[in-house]
């Protein structure tokens, strides 16, 4: 093997292993910060001795062994230069009379529970909700900050920023590297599935940019979503949710035609939807079910692409259920966006018409001002209604809303279309 393959491997070993090495870390010295910092010294080791000694037969072992011995130097060079030991724990004071081989055995762990702390911690309400985003992805994706700017289109700078500054508020917060219990724990969970969840959506339908998909993220968040599964069997939501992004991957292939232009739901080939990813969403709806989370959110809109998945055809679609799923939808999370989806369901089930009454009714919503989806729906009731005029304005005031390139111009195309 050459040292670019060595290289090469390390990256690719380093991306697997990151978030659980971190994780181990994080837990020995109770700092996100300088866990990562400790992490990348292992790493830097390993890529300076791996392409000589060749990759470890267990390279993620060696990765956190090394990373504990450094863990375990710094723990002792702070002591000896009379920094505070308080804050690492009686424990961790004790250990250090012990030998290393010792320390690192009694420093051993469930990783489950390490990436649990982790991801909570992550996801920390002292945080905004860019600044978890962008740590989930550092710390758990293993994405640099230059893929997570490109993701999002946004200066890396701005990335690093946002990072720099979540660490030490972390730090400054003296957040506890902890899984919340009780109350907390329903409430930091419910933005753990958010952060997400929107990670998700941003791979699934880009806000801005020049791609309709960036289907890394999404791949992404289907990872985060299955640890977390693993992680919290008994958690509901976290069912829901993954069976909410394996249904909606499941479509990707058939969302994009060959020269990257979108394809709407209703004129994809179903042929092409990945049948495998159908059944692990099925599979987890059915587990978020018999967890009694039938009705919450994620799972709610998991059972509404469960109804898509289910139909071999666009028209055997189960409209009906599927405009009975948005109410109770609308009854939990009280969303204009939520009513919006409602709308479109009622016009397939009830005819454009009674959904257009709903539409209107959320123009003057302050939240949906800037919604370039809800002109666009109502361009797409007027023209099934015979109003072109209106219809084509629709359209035109949506495509200026977006700031998607390729939904740009699906939209101006729709707009053009809109003749008597």
Partial sequence: ???????????????????????????????????????????????????????????????????????????????????????????????????????????????????????????????????????????????????????????????????????????????????????ELRDRLAAVLRVVYLVFNEGYAATTGGDWMRPALCAEAQRLGRVLAGLMPAEAEVHGLVALMEMHASRAGARIGPDGEPILLLEQDRGRWDRLLIGLGLKALQRAERLGGAKGPYALQAAIAACHARAARAEDTDWARIAALYAALVDVVRSPVVELNRAVAVSMSEGPGVALDIVDSLVDEPSMRDYHLLPSVQGDLLFRLGRFAEAREAFLRAAAMTRNEREQALLTSRAAACTE
């Fill in 1 to 183: 093997m050459t040292a670019r393959d060595t290289h090469r491997t390390i990256d690719a070993i380093w991306k697997i292993e990151s978030p659980r090495l971190i994780a181990t870390i994080a837990r020995m010295v109770r700092d996100v910060g300088l866990a990562e910092e400790l992490a990348q010294d292992a790493l830097v080791v390993a890529l300076e001795q791996w392409p000589t000694s060749g990759v470890p037969d267990n390279p993620g072992a060696w990765l956190t062994q090394t990373a504990k011995h450094r863990a375990i130097d710094r723990i002792r060079r702070e002591r000896m230069a009379g920094r505070k030991l308080e804050a690492l724990g009686k424990d961790m004071e004790g250990m250090l009379e012990s030998a290393d081989d010792t320390l690192i055995d009694a420093l051993d762990d469930d990783i489950g529970d390490d990436m649990l702390r982790l991801i909570f911690t992550a996801c920390h309400p002292v945080l905004s909700i860019e600044a978890q985003v962008a740590l989930t992805l550092r710390l758990l994706g293993g994405l640099t900050t230059d893929e997570i700017a490109r993701a999002f289109l946004v200066p890396e700078a701005t990335v690093a920023q946002r990072i720099v500054r979540a660490k030490r508020s972390l730090a400054d917060a003296s957040v506890t590297y902890e899984v919340p219990r009780g109350d």
